[in-house]
């Protein structure tokens, strides 16, 4: 039988072998360690530190205190240390021996210095980052410079605190002013002084050049502030601030500009979006095609291409309008209206003259022209209906409807009230307020009569107004001029429609080469200038 196996002693050779692991290279390990071996060295220096009993020595130090001066040379601080037990206290005259050997001698702030040495003696502790000197800083001088108004730097304000829905549109990105308004100030100039340091030496101030924005176009000085000379907008660059006559909107209309509202000229180089208003005092130049929402122009419109109404679209000019076309929209003009193309299903009206080139047509909708139209085309064969009406102001058409469907409306209420007061079961007080609102819509009535008869001398504005044709009108044009109507029966070319007085009818000749480049010269004449 095998002998009986000896755990132990297995054991035993195991632990040694670990022992003996490595010491062949017993020379390399010592001379040049590896990491994991040079941190069992610094294991047993650590261990031995770590087991050492021994007390450390207690220093035995005077109170003292360590002075430290800022880099600018402002500033002393101190740092306030207790004596040892037995030791010698922080004295006063220690401390100012040793500023006076640092050449501190200027600002020494006397009672903070011994209110701190009083409390690190008295309460044994230390006290520290007390200024107990501080110099007189120099003040810097500034030279006269301009300070221009904050919000004509900042974008319109949205106000939350309304409760009513607010519209993102009426907030622009440029910024209006009215004449003589502030823009900026004149600042005076601030005199500097020197200063002084803890060592007692002056410090010279400097003198301080603000870079700031010149005034430019259309500003004026008013003492020393610097006013608007004109109405306009804002504007600036790196060296300028100036004001301007004309806003020029370099791109669309739309969230970024919000609505326009200006009390200059507008050019506006691209679309107008859906739902936003323009409105000038001035001139409006539109260098695309002009969609419109609701357009006011308190002078000239001028557009590149053509005028495309929406929904309820408005376009009211108190000057000139010129465009390639309109359609769908409803323009009101006080002087002339000059197309290149035609009106397609529009509601126009001027005062003056509808004038087109030898290309326009008129399509559809109704046309308001006080001092006559020039075309080249009324109608189609199959077209919508088309309504010309000349010689009439339609400032005085559009009174006297609103005058008709007021007194309508007068009429109405007064039948009511007499209907009410034949009837038995009103008291007296009801009858008396009914007599009194009888009387007054009679009254109103009478007035809107008086009203109309007073505009019916100026509604016929211009018995010579005539429709001049260069190429063909189409049978069921519908022409009235001053009041005299008249449809067209069949297809006619180069003709012209005007009033006959004697006869009490609108009469229609025939015209020759000259009367059309008479007709085509108007148009030209007026758009030789054209932006």
């Not at 010279?204 to 608007?228: A, M, Q, V, W």
Request: proline residues 2%; negative net charge; aromatic residues 8%.
């Amino acid at each position: 039988m095998d002998r009986q196996k000896d755990y132990f002693f297995d054991d035993f050779l195991k632990i040694t072998e670990s022992s003996l692991a490595g010491l062949e290279n017993i020379n390399d390990i010592i001379e040049n360690p590896a990491d994991d071996i040079s941190d069992i060295f610094s294991k047993n220096t650590r261990k031995e530190f770590s087991e050492d009993n021994s007390e450390g020595i207690n220093f035995q130090l005077d109170g003292y205190a360590e002075i430290n001066i800022s880099e600018d040379n402002m500033i002393v601080t101190a740092d306030f240390y207790p004596a040892s037990p037995g030791k010698n206290l922080i004295s006063l005259d220690k401390i100012k021996s040793i500023l006076f050997e640092k050449k501190i001698i200027y600002g020494i702030d006397g009672d903070l210095l011994s209110e701190s040495i009083y409390r690190c003696n008295t309460e044994n502790c230390i006290v520290k980052d007390i200024v107990i000197a501080k110099g007189i800083p120099s003040k810097d001088e500034i030279l006269k410079h301009i300070v221009i108004v904050p919000d004509l730097f900042e974008p319109d304000k949205i106000n939350t605190e309304i409760e009513e829905p607010v519209d993102f549109k009426d907030y622009t990105t440029y910024k209006i002013v009215n004449k003589d308004q502030l823009l900026a100030e004149m600042m005076p100039l601030k005199p500097g002084f020197t200063g002084i340091n803890v060592f007692g030496e002056e410090v010279k101030y400097r003198k301080i050049f603000l870079k700031y924005l010149k005034p430019g176009k259309n500003t004026k000085f008013s003492d020393n502030e610097i006013l608007s000379a004109c109405d306009g907008v804002f504007k600036y660059d790196n060296n300028n601030f100036w004001v301007d006559e004309v806003l020029h909107v370099n791109g669309n209309v739309d969230y970024h500009t919000g609505n326009i509202n200006f009390t200059g000229d507008v050019i506006i180089d691209g679309d107008i979006s859906d739902s936003f208003k323009i409105n000038s005092k001035g001139n409006i130049f539109c260098n695309q095609t002009m969609d419109a929402t609701e357009v006011y122009c308190g002078n000239d419109l001028q557009v590149k291409n053509g005028i495309i109404g929406r929904k309820d679209s408005i376009v009211k000019v108190k000057g000139s309008i010129k465009a390639k076309f309109i359609e769908h929209c409803y323009v009101e003009a006080y002087n002339s209206i000059y197309l290149e193309i035609g009106a397609l299903n529009s509601y126009l009206y001027t005062t003056d003259k509808l004038i087109m080139s030898h290309k326009g047509l008129i399509v559809g909708g109704t046309i308001y022209a006080s001092n006559g139209i020039v075309t080249t085309q009324i109608g189609t064969a199959m077209g919508p209906k088309t309504e010309l009406y000349c010689g009439t102001d339609f400032n005085i058409v559009n009174r006297m409807n609103w005058i008709r469907e007021k007194t309508i409306e007068l009429a109405t209420a007064l039948k009511k009230v007499r209907d009410r007061l034949l009837k038995s079961s009103i008291d007296l007080q009801q009858k008396m307020e009914l007599e009194k609102y009888r009387e007054q819509l009679q009254g109103g009535i009478h007035k809107l009569n008086e009203a109309s008869c007073n505009l019916l001398s100026k509604l016929d504005k211009n018995t010579e107004a005539d429709i001049v044709v260069r190429g063909s009108i189409y049978p069921g044009v519908y022409i009235e001029i001053c009041h005299v109507s008249h449809i067209v029966s069949r297809k006619m070319n180069k003709v012209r429609f005007r009033l006959d007085k004697k006869k009490g009818r609108v009469v229609c000749d025939n015209i020759g080469i000259d009367d059309i480049r008479q007709a085509e010269s108007e148009y030209i004449t007026e758009n030789r200038g054209k932006r």
